[in-house]
Every structure is written in C-alpha cells, then in structure tokens.
C-alpha cells in the first residue's frame, strides 16, 4: 500500500489525476473503473482540463462505473448516469459505447446484474480501479455487512448513507432506497486500485479501512489485501492515522 499525503481537497484532486493520466499515457486502452461523488469532481475537473490543452487522448479508453440508484433514469440529475456525462464524458473524447454503468432503470435488476458481470468480464480485467469512500467505510455501495459481497448486487443503502447523500437531493424522501454495485471481488480483481479520501468527516473511516480488522463490516478493509493500493488523501482524513 502506497499513501500519498496531500495537503487539501485541491492537491488530492491533481494526485489522483496525475496517476489517472500515467495509467491512461502507459496504456493507452485502459479499462478504467470510475466512481462518483463529490470527492471524484475536482479530479474529473482536472482531467477535463488536462484534455482541453491536448494533453491526453481518451478515445482508446474504456470505463465501467461502480454503480447506479435504483430508479433514476439516466437523464435524472442525481442518477450516475448524469454525474458522469456531466463531470467527465461530455469534456473529454472518450467514445460513449465504451462506457458502462449499470442500469438502474432495468426491470430485471438481478438480470442486469448478471449483464454487468459479463461486461466487466468482457474486458477481461479492470486496469486501473478508482474509489470513494464512505463515512461508514463502504466502498461503490457495498455497505457495511455480515459478509464481503463479490459480484454485482441490489442493495439497501444504510440510513447512514442515505443521509450522507441526501445533500445532493431536494428532500431526504427523494433519495432511492436501493442502488446497483459492483461487488468486493470485481473491485479486489482490479490490477491497480486508487481510494481517494478527503475530510476531517473521513478520517475515522480512513483509520478503520487501512489499520483496523478485515471485516466487511468495514467494507473498505478488504483493500488491506490488496497487492497494489494506492491511497490519496488529504491532511484532515489522515488526521486520526
Ligand atoms: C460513488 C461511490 C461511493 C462514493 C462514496 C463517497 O460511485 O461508489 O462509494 O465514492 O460514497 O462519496 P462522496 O465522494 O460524495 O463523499
């Protein structure tokens, strides 16, 4: 595990680009797992930039996104769907058939589950995994459990988080209940994992997933095993290491 101190939200941003962009310059056909969030904007903002001065290519790279609520459209204002073309693909040259989320619209959720395994299967492997996370330690939507889940589920979202997220939606009420995700296995598999941390309300968090027990009650701790972790975080979510 390699961690990568920075000094505010704005430096974690440019780190975490800066890895993103080395991935995306050494290999040019990446398969790029990619995360929501308000921690992922300033890095996506940055990545726009470094694209509008001609400083990386996109149109080889493909993505597979982490998740999706259960019942917003692509086109709703809160759905993945909308955060990534709005952060990220609309600024940059990436071909839209070569990204994925999940569907969160599918009448079939479980069929869309399996349908996303066979995608990220499809790729054969998942270069290079970025990950947020959540107060509660949870990492994509794999919420803390009684065991770690391994492929792409239909989950309850904790009290907790929905209240974390509620932020972004007019009213509480207005938050789905459920969310599609990628499991702990798919993520585990990835070649490379970047968890980009900041804020003081991280920090315990933090402390749990990189020094506590495995225990999927923590989900992030199973990040502990992994052979090529690279964390960027700010001082104030380092605060408690
Ligand atoms: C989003 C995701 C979540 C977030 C986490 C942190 O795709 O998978 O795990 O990364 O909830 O969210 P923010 O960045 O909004 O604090």
């Known amino acids: 595990m390699r961690i990568i101190r920075a000094k505010d939200y704005e430096e974690m941003s440019i780190k975490a ?3 993103i962009s080395s991935q ?3 290999f040019p056909d990446s398969v790029l797992g990619l995360a929501t969030g308000s921690t992922m904007e300033g ?6 930039e470094w694209y509008e001065q001609g400083w990386i290519d996109y149109s080889e790279l493909k993505s597979v996104n982490l998740d999706e609520y259960v019942g917003l459209s692509a086109d709703h204002s809160q759905s993945y769907h909308y955060y990534m073309k709005k952060h990220l693909f609309s600024k940059i040259n990436i071909d839209e058939k070569n990204t994925n989320l999940p569907n969160g619209m599918a009448s079939d959720p479980e069929a869309e589950c399996r349908h ?4 990220i299967e499809g790729y054969g492997r998942i270069d290079l995994q970025l990950l947020g996370l959540g107060p509660n330690g949870h990492i994509g939507f794999n919420e803390p459990a009684d065991e770690f889940p391994s492929l792409t589920h239909c989950v309850y979202l904790t009290e907790e988080t929905i209240k974390a997220n509620s932020r972004f939606f007019d009213d509480i009420n207005e938050v789905p209940r459920n969310a599609l995700t ?3 296995k798919s993520i585990m598999q990835a070649n490379k994992v970047l968890l980009c941390v900041n804020g003081a ?5 933090l402390k749990s997933v990189l020094t ?6 923590v989900p992030g701790s199973i990040l502990q095993l992994h052979s090529d972790l690279i964390v960027v975080a700010d001082e104030e979510a380092l605060s408690k290491m």
């Open 116 to 119: 996303y395994d066979e995608i």
């Open 212 to 217: 506590g027990p495995i225990t999927p009650q």
């Open 201 to 205: 309300h991280k920090a315990d968090a």
């Open 17 to 19: 680009a800066t890895v």
């Open 182 to 184: 990628m499991g702990i």
């Open 43 to 48: 890095t996506y903002q940055i990545l726009s």
């Open 24 to 26: 995306k310059t050494l």
